[in-house]
């Protein structure tokens, strides 16, 4: 619809200015002027005689700007908003997927060439062959030190994991002694030679020397352990899970899944829960973010967040993945999570494709849960044991949790991380397209997951972390030709 910006002709033509008295002839009878069809309505009578005061006075210049709103708002009288087109949406930017399952329930269901595909995912061949630990851990004696470094590990779990393992490598490379904090601050401040670095998560380089690189490979992969508490209920759980995935020899999924109410909330993503959610994520973000989300000239486009791939994968839309994926009804799936957003209606549609889930809140009983119940980051390490030693680990959002399980599932699978990284993208348009059929949408989700196997190994690069790339700063290929060559960049 365009505006006009200026009045509509009213089809007469203007006057013309009127002649010279000098040129009249008192001899001649002058010629009438020229007689003009004036405003028929009172509407028209009461404009034109505003317009003519105007002019007259030379002041039509300050009213320009009502003239030129007056006349928009004419125009678009005239116009029809009843008969306007439907608000055209663009591909993947809306929540699409509950009528997406509905459509392919019925063929999924009735689909039986599902049953093995946890046995045949990593089949892929890799002309550099596999990889293995090699980590240099000979100890040659250490001189006096050159002082103290004091760090704070800040953040979660994984953030600590970072801050003593870029600790431990900057200690040794400018040899210092490293002081895990342990709340010994009065002895600690009485040393003069004292660095306090706070927070220290990332602010050591991923290109390091070689030396440097060593060091944190050695603190990540072989020095750091859970505390036996949560590392022996991790085991428990993973026989556990072992046990329940009998028809599959023992092998199972782990799925990373960030649904909870504060990621919903700060993603800005639209869902299917209509004036309740909306309540639910405004309530959420104001606790979260004060006036973040709410700032003056502040504007969100969820669809444009969805397109761009950046909402987080709702329960449903994991099912629909790993079931296109190959991965049937039998399949056990290990579901490492914080409390899902409206778990009841959004859990509902996964446990109905994989009846076989687990939490760790279903394979522990609430007594051995009980120590860890009120501290994030020890259920955040029972997660991360169990997910570590699942044959397919799936990774939904991103983040420091499965940031530091690729490198550490590559460090044990000699340097294949049998990790699933959707691209969320292209998930975002096939699960827009309600009208794909079941076999289209499986080989979409095939393609996907090939790409996964496919990226499984991967050597660093410079801008890459050894915490989640360990080839070839921490581990060597297994053909005896490349330990050496190996060995030396470690």
């Not at 009485?190 to 050695?218: E, H, K, M, T």
């Amino acid at each position: 619809m365009h505006a006009y910006n200026r009045l509509p002709s009213s089809g007469q033509s203007s006057p013309s200015a009127p002649s010279s008295p000098r040129s009249r002839s008192p001899h001649r009878r002058s010629k009438p002027p020229p007689r003009f069809v004036g405003p028929k309505t009172l509407p028209q009578h009461l404009a034109w005689h505003f317009l003519s005061f105007l002019l007259q006075r030379q002041t039509i210049f300050l009213f320009a700007p009502f003239i030129y709103i007056s006349g928009i708002l004419l125009y678009m009288d005239t116009v029809s908003f009843y008969n306007l087109p439907a608000p055209h949406y663009a591909p993947g930017s809306i929540y699409r997927s509950p009528q997406l399952y509905g459509n392919l329930r019925p063929e999924m269901e009735s689909d039986s060439s599902t049953a093995d595909a946890i046995s045949t995912i990593w089949k892929n061949s890799y002309k550099g062959g596999e990889w293995r630990p090699c980590i240099d851990k000979s100890s040659r004696g250490l001189p006096e030190s050159n002082g103290y470094i004091y760090i704070e590990a800040n953040g979660g779990l994984n953030q600590q994991r970072t801050s003593i393992c870029n600790a431990v490598a900057v200690a040794g490379y400018l040899n210092a002694t490293l002081i895990i904090p342990h709340f010994h601050f009065h002895s600690i401040w009485r040393d003069p030679r004292i660095v306090r670095i706070s927070p220290f998560a990332n602010r050591l380089s991923f290109d390091a020397p070689p030396a440097v690189q060593r060091l944190r490979c050695l603190a990540n992969y072989e020095a750091l352990r859970f505390s036996n508490p949560i590392l022996s209920l991790g085991q428990t759980l993973v026989a556990r899970m072992k046990d329940r995935s009998a028809n599959n020899s023992g092998k199972y999924i782990s799925v990373h899944l960030r649904f909870e109410e504060d990621m919903v909330a700060f993603s800005c993503c639209i869902y299917d829960g209509g004036g309740k959610e909306k309540i639910d994520m405004d309530a959420a973000r104001e606790r979260g973010w004060r006036g973040k989300f709410t700032k003056r000239g502040k504007v969100i486009h969820p669809g444009a967040i969805r397109i761009n791939g950046k909402c987080p994968l709702t329960p449903l839309e994991v099912g629909l993945m790993l079931r296109g994926m190959g991965f049937g009804k039998s399949t056990s799936i290990y579901l490492a999570s914080g409390k899902i957003y409206d778990s009841e209606r959004h859990m509902k549609s996964l446990l109905e494709m994989f009846p076989l889930l687990q939490t760790k809140e279903m394979l522990a009983s609430p007594e051995e849960l009980a120590p860890f119940q009120n501290y994030s980051s020890r259920m955040a390490a029972i997660d991360y044991t169990v997910c570590l030693h699942s044959e397919v680990f799936v990774t939904t959002q991103g983040g420091n949790f499965p940031h530091f399980l690729l490198g550490h599932r590559r460090f044990l699978y000699g340097g294949h991380s049998k990790t699933i990284r959707p691209d969320k993208r292209k998930l975002a348009l096939l699960f827009d397209n309600t009208n794909i059929g079941w076999k289209s949408f499986k080989r979409q989700m095939l393609n996907i997951r090939a790409h996964s196997d496919s990226k499984g190994i991967e050597i660093k690069r410079p801008s890459d972390s050894v915490y989640s790339v360990p080839c070839p700063d921490c581990m060597c290929r297994s053909n005896k030709t490349d330990v050496s060559k190996s060995s030396s960049a470690a």
